[in-house]
């Protein structure tokens, strides 16, 4: 299997926290360890109903989604199963669905949606089902035959075009000024941009009349308050908004500080301490901040630098962007805390 894919990080979350969270929902939440054996067992189930020769690999599965983590669980178990799966709005219209699977002629259908469909599906409940006959040697079979070699060689998933095209248009305008001072030899900027877009928003099978909004605003210095010292650093706040038909659908303000202390010591000499903060008003999202420091000597053709990178020990990094086609939140795992000797030679 490739080392890097979201199985194998999937696999390494429940090795290193099988009882942390994964994902939840308004109705249920789902640890790392049972995301994986819920996976892999549903991945079994799969090539069974879709009667797969184990050599039978990269085939499409359509997967009805809903907002649950139902339709995530489903997204792993394709890809486990070997195959790539194409998430289908249940809210399309019939005849659209039906273009789709004429086009996709998918292996099987499995649905994670609750509202009935025009086409034959497997509902998550009854996958669930069959996964209690799922016995030890299955899932024995499915890690030795069918995850490790069926390895993914292609995409794990496919979306389809609407085939309708529509016009969009956006527009940008930015601008930066800035002014130096003889005190402190200080320099400061403000910087500040907007960006609009118009299109079309396809949601439910209804194309809607949409905009997004996006906003930023930054201001940044630097200044030498003695012989010895240097400061720089600045703000940015980033404002984006969406709406369609003239109605507010998200939006979000996001904050970035940074600030980096340069002190001279000694001829040739130099300690650095860089902080840097991230806060979002999404209330979800914590205060991420993040604080580096180095010592470093530098002669005519050779550096040698001692830095601590993430000294307060943040573990992960959680971030939402929004765009025109999609809001998506990233969770970043970060190394708590690491030391690096970094030595430079000028040939």
């Known amino acids: ?201 396809l949601s439910a099978g209804k194309v809607a009349d949409a905009r997004t909004a996006g906003y930023t605003v930054s201001l940044d210095y630097s200044l030498r308050l003695a012989r010895w010292m240097t400061m720089e650093g600045g703000s940015l706040l980033e404002m984006t908004r969406r709406s369609v038909e003239g109605a507010a659908m998200a939006g979000v303000n996001d904050w970035e500080h940074r600030m980096q202390l340069n002190f001279l010591p000694a001829r040739r000499w130099m300690i650095s301490l860089h902080n840097e903060l991230y806060h979002s008003s999404e209330k979800d999202f914590g205060v991420n901040w993040f604080c580096d420091a180095s010592l470093s000597y530098k002669a005519d053709r050779w550096e040698v630098s001692l830095a601590g990178r993430n000294l307060v020990g943040t573990s992960q990094y959680e971030r939402v962007h929004i765009s025109s086609a999609v809001q998506s939140y990233t969770l970043t795992y970060l190394r708590p805390r690491e030391i690096v000797v970094r030595f430079c030679l000028d040939l």
């Open 1 to 201: 299997m490739n080392e890097y894919n979201v199985l194998s990080f999937l696999e390494s979350s429940a090795a290193k926290y099988p009882d942390r969270i994964a994902f939840k929902d308004k109705d249920e939440a789902i640890t790392y360890n049972d995301l994986l054996m819920r996976s892999q067992k549903i991945a079994f189930v799969i090539r069974k109903i879709s009667k797969l020769e184990s050599y039978e690999k990269n085939r499409p599965v359509a997967v009805f989604i809903d907002r649950n983590i139902k339709s995530l669980q489903l997204f792993m178990a394709v890809v486990y199963s070997g195959n790539f799966y194409v998430p289908i709005d249940p809210a399309l219209p019939a005849e659209r669905i039906q273009a789709m699977m004429d086009t996709l002629k998918p292996i099987c259908c499995i649905s994670a949606a609750k509202r009935k469909l025009p086409v034959e599906a497997s509902s998550f409940d009854s996958l669930v089902e069959q996964v209690q006959a799922v016995t030890e040697a299955d899932l024995e079979e499915v890690k030795g035959n069918l995850l490790y070699a069926n390895a993914i060689d292609s995409g794990i998933y496919v979306q389809q075009a609407s085939g309708q095209t529509y016009d969009a248009n956006s527009y940008l305008l930015s601008g930066r000024i800035s002014k130096s001072f003889s005190w402190c030899r200080t320099v400061i900027g403000l910087s500040g941009s907007a960006l609009l877009s118009d299109y079309s928003y």
